[in-house]
T-cell receptor, first 115, second 107 residues
Framework: EAGVTQFPSHSVIEKGQTVTLRCDPI?????LYWYRRVMGKEIKFLLH????????ESGMPNNRFLAERTGGTYSTLKVQPAELEDSGVYFC?????????????FGPGTRLTVL | QKEVEQDPGPLSVPEGAIVSLNCTYS??????FMWYRQYSRKGPELLMY????GNKEDGRFTAQVDKSSKYISLFIRDSQPSDSATYLC???????FGQGTRLTINP
């Protein structure tokens, strides 16, 4: 069974440009999460989808970030316009929402560099 | 103050040593406590999780949770070079992570 996949693995853009990150969760996983790690800091929660609905977007830094999950399958995270402080590694995770504890499976991350 | 504190290391020990990794936290509402392992250029991978207080053992790995002290630990026995990675503690449903400890096991 394929794990969580993310595309691209690395993106380098200029300040002010737009970037879209994609996450394909494990098939059948209703819960999808986005996290981010900026240099020297801990991994931080951004938002949580249950199927196509945003359950919790309390970690989204500002309105330059827009997340969508079309049809409850893959998700995209768009940054527009990108700023220098958006550089970091963006992780996606998914879980099956089948019990009181659900292991979150992480993708390899997208490394975003804003110049 | 961060919700979860973890010494980032780096920590370097000889092969075969017992390794102790620790985190403290401030939110008493946390019920699930996880340890993830992350290799370079990969995503975090769950090692173990513990519910509430107590110990849990899985092979060479033992996780301990002391909710009264808001302190969790991961012990690695008979450490191997393949255990070299960054170890992250995490808690809650929408995971709150520690900064991660970079561990190197020297042959």
């Amino acid at each position: 069974e394929a794990g969580v996949t993310q595309f691209p693995s690395h993106s380098v853009i200029e300040k002010g440009q737009t970037v879209t990150l994609r996450c394909d969760p494990i098939s059948g996983h209703d819960n999808l999460y986005w996290y981010r790690r900026v240099m020297g800091k801990e991994i931080k929660f951004l938002l949580h989808f249950v199927k196509e609905s945003k359950q919790d977007e309390s970690g989204m830094p500002n309105n330059r970030f827009l997340a969508e999950r079309t049809g409850g399958t893959y998700s995209t995270l768009k940054v527009q316009p990108a700023e220098l402080e958006d550089s970091g590694v963006y992780f996606c995770a998914s879980d099956a929402a089948s019990g009181p504890y659900n292991e979150q499976f992480f993708g390899p991350g997208t490394r975003l560099t804003v110049l | 103050q961060k919700e979860v504190e973890q010494d980032p290391g780096p920590l370097s020990v000889p092969e075969g040593a017992i390794v102790s990794l620790n985190c403290t936290y401030s939110n008493s509402a946390f019920q699930y406590f996880m340890w993830y392992r992350q290799y370079s250029r990969k995503g975090p991978e769950l090692l173990m999780y513990t519910y509430s207080s107590g110990n849990k053992e899985d092979g060479r790995f033992t996780a301990q949770v002391d909710k009264s002290s808001k302190y969790i630990s991961l012990f690695i026995r008979d450490s191997q070079p393949s255990d070299s990675a960054t170890y992250l503690c995490a808690m809650g449903g929408k995971l709150v992570f520690g900064q991660g400890t970079r561990l190197t096991i020297n042959p």
